[in-house]
């Protein structure tokens, strides 16, 4: 698939580059007159790939009559595969034989591949005897690609080889300068100047550091300065020169009431609420109670309820009913596919039709759906300081028009910051926003699925179900450190989702370009988009955080401003020491008071009661604690110790 905004108008051309963008248009004007095959190689993240797809759409737009294929090797391998298999591989090699231009991407992935060596040395012997072009991209020259077929190399050298080098300081400008502009937003020419003169070697993480700065001035009153901008900026690894240098998921399950037993309950009900309300009031709070007894939500009704009844009650219980019947159905239907999916909040809810239906869905073509936010992570239920603001902003902005403004939007913290809760409060965002399918992953769940999949040959089944999300949000990526499979695949579906304008967001210890183990083709996508860091919470988030750990306990605000000042590096850190003042409390039977906590966290002795209640060390419900039976530990003696929570 050919992006739209990978074209030559899009392509700033420089001193390191300018070769290739020339031999690029060329090609394009008069497909197969000159430099065939062509095949341009560079670093990732230099725009091999943006010229590629140029080329395609230049030479349709100057004649749509031309048939363009546009594929990376991984793709023509998995797809030729796949028409071996249905006996349908002379129809597959035709449709690359029979284009007038064929772009592979990803020509370094030729490596050992001997039977796709040979398809390709016959597909360019093909194309250039009938004059038709063939153009590839790959990050290293032929001669250095491992145990390559000398017959295509020298293929390659009877056409054009040519390589894209890194862009110099006034390239790097000009870029800014366009997309900035493109953007929409103006900044001083300083800032510009002062990005440009950093180290950044490639137009990607270039990119990434101007998305950065766009979001920071977002959030800011003033106009970013240079100063800022270089702050900013080495916060995420990019820093000057010195001189010289060079989980189980949960479900909402009502049980169902016995018939008869609810049927008398009605009916005395219904006796009482006829003296009270009007009939159209008594007709729908029975509909409610009967639905909520057979397990639905019930919460449009409720709301009609609390209302004067000006909408029109009859198409209101209409169309409730004809969503309770659609419910009923896809229920039915999934009880056959899947019953284990039953107790899904969706199919309960006559709110959440669609995504019932895509559910079902999912069921039928792909399995189990994917793993959606956390209902306990939500942007209310954030702490926001100083030092995470312009992480929500970018969550928000992000979230109104997804996969548009910052994608990806990587999030990248300490452990403990909140990446976590953050990741999955965009996902709730991006909900609220109309996406059906979010998944949200963790690194070692996307690793694990991956690696059960190859064990049981369900690889192909296994990608169409991360391939049919809406949006894609992967935390704590650096899981897939030193595993080339696991990033070949990660790298496939973000290339996949980013053509198709689907949202993603990832979650880092660090920023991208200092990610041990990554291949650079999947850091440099990864630095592509906005990389905005957490910082570290300053004293009004862990005031708003232990209020809200405390809940509505009688406490006073001394002991909120103490347990505040308390040394935190990260949100996790803080609720230990809450969690740990807590449980000791309750442990001894004492009050939960300003001097009981500096007893007890400056080591000096708490006088336990006489008559000593063991507690759990957990926080009442609904006190905004949170809790997780993964990561709890039941077992130690001393509950004070105990780990509630693990922020990510």
């Known amino acids: 698939m050919l992006s739209v905004h990978a074209t030559f108008a899009s392509f700033v051309v420089g001193t390191a580059n300018r070769l290739a963008a020339t031999a690029a248009k060329a090609v394009a004007e008069a497909p197969g007159a000159m430099y065939n095959p062509l095949f341009i190689y560079a670093r990732p993240g230099l725009g091999k790939t943006h010229l590629l797809m140029a080329i395609g759409q230049e030479a349709r737009a100057i004649d749509p009559s031309r048939t363009v294929e546009y594929v990376t090797v991984d793709d023509f391998v998995e797809a030729y595969h796949a028409a071996l298999a249905g006996g349908q591989a002379e129809a597959y090699r035709r449709r690359f034989t029979d284009a007038d231009l064929v772009l592979l991407d990803d020509a370094q992935l030729l490596s050992d591949r001997r039977e796709l060596q040979a398809e390709l040395l016959r597909l360019i012997d093909v194309l250039t005897a009938a004059d038709r072009q063939i153009v590839l991209a790959g990050d290293r020259p032929p001669e250095d690609i491992q145990a390559l077929d000398e017959r295509l190399i020298r293929r390659f050298a009877g056409g054009l080889v040519i390589d894209i080098g890194a862009p110099d300081y006034e390239t790097r400008l000009a870029i800014l300068a366009r997309r900035a502009a493109e953007r929409g937003t103006t900044f001083p020419t300083d800032v510009l100047e002062a990005v440009a003169e950093l180290p950044i070697t490639t137009v990607r993480e270039l990119l990434g550091a101007l998305n950065r700065l766009v979001a920071q001035q977002a959030v800011q009153p003033d106009p970013l300065t240079a100063a800022q901008a270089r702050t900013l900026l080495a916060a995420l690894g990019h820093r000057a020169e010195a001189p010289g240098g060079g989980t189980p998921r949960t479900a909402e399950q009502v049980a169902p009431t016995a018939p008869d037993e609810f049927s008398d309950f009605l009916s005395d009900l219904s006796a009482t609420v006829a003296q009270r309300v009007d009939r159209w009031r008594q007709r ?252 570290l919470p300053d004293r009004a988030t862990k005031l708003k955080e232990v209020e809200r750990l405390l809940g509505s306990a009688a406490v006073s605000p001394d002991l909120v401003d103490y347990l505040a000042s308390r040394p935190a590096a990260s949100l996790r850190e803080l609720h230990q020491t809450v969690q740990r003042v807590i449980s000791a409390a309750d442990e001894r039977d004492v009050p939960l008071t300003l001097v009981t906590a500096r007893r007890l966290l400056e080591g000096e002795p708490v006088e336990a009661s006489r008559t000593p209640r063991r507690g759990s060390g957990l926080l009442a419900p609904g006190s905004g604690a949170l809790r997780s039976r993964e990561k709890m530990t039941e077992t130690w003696p001393d509950v004070a110790e105990r780990l509630i929570e693990e922020w990510g």
């Open 284 to 535: 729908v709070t029975e509909t409610a109670l009967r639905h909520a007894g057979e397990g639905f939500r019930t919460t449009r009704l409720e709301a009609l309820l609390a209302t004067d009844l000006a909408e029109d009650p009859e198409a209101v219980l209409a169309t409730w009913d004809a969503d309770v019947a659609t419910l009923r159905t896809l229920q039915a239907e999934l009880a056959e596919l899947m019953p284990d999916l039953l107790g899904e909040a969706a199919l309960h809810d006559p709110d959440r039709v669609e995504e019932a239906r895509m559910l079902v869905a999912d069921a039928r073509d792909a399995g189990p759906p994917l793993p959606g936010p956390s209902p306990r992570f939500t942007l209310p239920q954030f702490a926001e300081g100083s030092g995470s603001r312009p992480v929500v902003e970018a969550i928000r902005s992000a979230a109104a028009v997804p996969g548009q403004r910052y994608n990806p939007l990587v999030i990248v913290g300490r452990g403990g910051a909140g990446k976590t809760h953050l990741l999955h409060a965009f996902g709730h965002a991006l909900r609220d926003a109309g996406l059906g399918r979010v998944a949200v992953m963790d690194g070692r769940q996307f690793v694990a699925d991956l690696v059960a999949a190859l064990g049981d040959g369900t690889v192909p089944r296994w990608r169409q179900r991360l391939r049919r999300a809406d949006a894609f949000l992967l935390d704590n990526v650096g899981e897939l450190a030193g595993k080339e499979r696991s990033q070949e695949e990660l790298y496939l579906l973000y290339n996949l989702l980013l053509e198709s304008g689907r949202q993603m967001a990832f979650t880092m210890p660090v920023p991208p370009s200092q990610l041990e183990g990554f291949e650079p083709r999947l850091a440099t996508r990864l630095a592509g988009g906005l990389v905005v860091e957490l910082g």
